[in-house]
């Protein structure tokens, strides 16, 4: 298998707030939800950078296309990295999402490893990471 991700798709409760969030609050670029018409279909996509896309999807329907009973949300099970490129821009980014209603569970500050970053929760508690990282700058 060649290490090629293309879809993150994220389960959650709520699309049309999720919605609202990614594309409203963060600004995300999207052509809003498709698939409405089908039964377990409704689902957004959000372009991220070439070649790889966010997707949100409501957790029921994940869990019945996946054939696995849905369970209790655990937000410490991965994170979502948003690499920038400063520290004022952490700042920024974060402000950005407790704006569009984002919970700050961890304010921006010093890392131990030489960054800066904080943490926060979208509406579905899913963990967003933003972080400077000196040594891995985004080049655009």
Do not use: C
Not at 41 to 63: C, E, M, N, T, Y
Not at 117 to 135: A, R, S
């Amino acid at each position: 298998m060649k290490p090629r991700i293309t879809m993150i798709t994220i389960g959650v409760d709520d699309l049309e707030r999720a919605l609202r969030f990614y594309r409203d609050g963060l600004g995300f670029k999207t052509e809003g939800i498709f698939g409405q018409e089908f039964e377990h279909g409704a689902v957004a996509f959000f372009d991220l950078q070439a070649g790889l896309k966010l997707a949100i999807w409501p957790r029921k329907s994940l869990a019945h296309d996946s054939g696995i009973a849905p369970g209790k949300a655990n937000p410490t099970e991965f994170t979502l990295g948003h690499n920038v490129a400063s520290r004022a821009e952490v700042d920024t980014v974060m402000e950005q999402a407790r704006m569009a209603g984002a919970t700050i569970v961890k304010a921006a500050q010093d890392t131990f490893w030489g960054g800066y970053g904080g943490y926060f929760q979208d509406p579905d508690q899913h963990l967003w990471e933003v972080v400077w990282n000196p040594q891995l700058l985004p080049r655009d």
